[in-house]
């Protein structure tokens, strides 16, 4: 699916995923709620050139937001905090934005940027009190991750790992 419009929708405790995008493009994600589901509250799947604005996505039995296999997206003043594993998570994905998100109190990794995730940029988001990392970096590299805020994180507030190569942080 293209160019879809998704506006203060509520899509808590589903028993997959809130909100996912598979293999869509140019949609707009815009003041909506993926709270409480079993798996992911929102997951963007082989998706490219999405907005993600002001969404929520807190308490997800794994993860808050996902990209997987997803480029050149842009995620700005979204929430995901408190969720099972991590709070934003990128698999196999390159080329995103992410700016001046929150990712707090997660059970294990605030932003975690994992297999292959090449050329994104991090900045001004906020990364705290997670049980593990605040943004962490495995075998992704070419990464730009500057001016964010990550303190009380019990492990480390930036961990590059496995062939992390060329970041700038």
Do not use: C, E, H, P
């Not at 994600?29 to 992911?40: F, I, K, P, R, V």
């Not at 490219?48 to 969404?55: I, V």
């Not at 408190?82 to 709070?87: A, D, I």
């Not at 297999?115 to 001004?124: D, I």
Request: charge should be neutral; hydrophobic fraction near 25%; aromatic fraction near 10%.
């Amino acid at each position: 699916s293209s160019n879809n419009t998704l506006n203060n929708n509520i899509d808590n405790y589903n028993s997959n995923y809130g909100i996912s995008l598979d293999s869509s493009s140019n949609n707009t994600l815009t003041n909506n709620s993926a709270n409480s589901n079993s798996q992911y509250g929102i997951l963007l799947w082989y998706s490219s050139n999405n907005t993600l604005t002001k969404n929520i996505a807190n308490y997800n039995s794994n993860f808050g937001i996902t990209l997987s296999s997803s480029g050149n997206n842009t995620l700005t003043n979204n929430s995901a905090n408190s969720n099972s594993q991590y709070g934003i998570f990128l698999w196999y994905s390159s080329n995103n934005t992410l700016s001046q998100n929150t990712a707090n109190n997660n059970t294990q990794n605030g932003i975690y940027l994992y297999q292959a995730s090449y050329y994104n940029t991090l900045t001004r988001n906020t990364a705290n009190n997670n049980s593990q990392n605040g943004i962490i970096l495995v075998s992704s590299s070419n990464n730009t991750v500057l001016q964010n805020f990550i303190y009380k994180n019990n492990n480390y507030s930036i961990m590059i790992d496995g062939t992390s190569n060329n970041n700038t942080i």
